[in-house]
T-cell receptor, first 113, second 117 residues
Framework: DSGVTQTPKHLITATGQRVTLRCSPR?????VYWYQQSLDQGLQFLIQ???????AKGNILERFSAQQFPDLHSELNLSSLELGDSALYFC????????????FGPGTRLLVL | AQTVTQSQPEMSVQEAETVTLSCTYD???????LFWYKQPPSRQMILVIR??????QNATENRFSVNFQKAAKSFSLKISDSQLGDTAMYFC??????????????FGTGTRLTIIP
């Protein structure tokens, strides 16, 4: 158990819908990272937050957004969902100040029908 | 931009044997970290081993060790005395060292390793 939690574990929805994925980092971690794992794109970095502020953006679609709240949990919002958004979404965390390992949550498996 | 290449999509080995997974990377950075992550059928991403580029000594974690060749930009993972629980997808990953703290991981495409009983 990495100490990072993600909810829900599975999500099935329809095209055009909006969903919210939630991540709680390890105790004491200030930095949260979101990654998408799909069959055709592999593991890709989406976005990073550090202590409530956006730190870096990767290949995140405009239909996707994220935020980190004062209690340091983070949410990834996916809207106008398409079939191609079906993937495993991971959250990872670390303290964020030095070059530490990122610890991954169990992931949220999203299926868009 | 950094790239990570894993040229072995699949490998299999008999239980108790030794297997080596290959990884090469391309970067203009001089300071960075390299990782191997394991993803078993549960899909959880689990850290196997970490190597700091500034360290000349190869990292070792129990049965897992790396061969880090900085000049060749090569970072292979050796698994000794392989066990059935080692069956998983293995990802090589890179992160650069920044003055602003931690940055993203760039992953390779993975190697699917099967341990045969």
């Amino acid at each position: 158990d990495s100490g990072v939690t993600q909810t829900p574990k599975h999500l099935i929805t329809a095209t055009g819908q909006r969903v919210t994925l939630r991540c709680s980092p390890r105790s004491g971690d200030l930095s949260v990272y979101w990654y998408q794992q799909s069959l055709d794109q592999g593991l890709q970095f989406l976005i990073q937050y550090y202590n409530g502020e956006e730190r870096a953006k990767g290949n995140i679609l405009e239909r996707f957004s994220a935020q980190q709240f004062p209690d340091l949990h983070s949410e990834l919002n996916l809207s106008s969902l398409e079939l191609g958004d079906s993937a495993l979404y991971f959250c990872a965390s670390n303290e964020g100040r030095w070059q530490e390992t990122q610890y991954f949550g169990p992931g949220t498996r999203l299926l868009v029908l | 931009a950094q790239t990570v290449t894993q040229s072995q999509p699949e490998m299999s080995v008999q239980e108790a044997e030794t297997v080596t997974l290959s990884c090469t990377y391309d970067t203009s950075e001089s300071n960075y970290y390299l990782f191997w992550y394991k993803q078993p059928p549960s899909r959880q991403m689990i850290l196997v081993i970490r190597q700091e580029a500034y360290k000349q000594q190869n990292a070792t974690e129990n049965r897992f060790s790396v061969n880090f060749q900085k000049a060749a930009k090569s970072f292979s993972l050796k698994i000794s005395d392989s066990q059935l629980g080692d069956t998983a997808m293995y990802f090589c990953a890179f992160t650069r060292i920044s003055n602003f703290g931690n940055e993203k991981l760039t992953f390779g495409t993975g190697t699917r390793l099967t341990i045969i009983p």
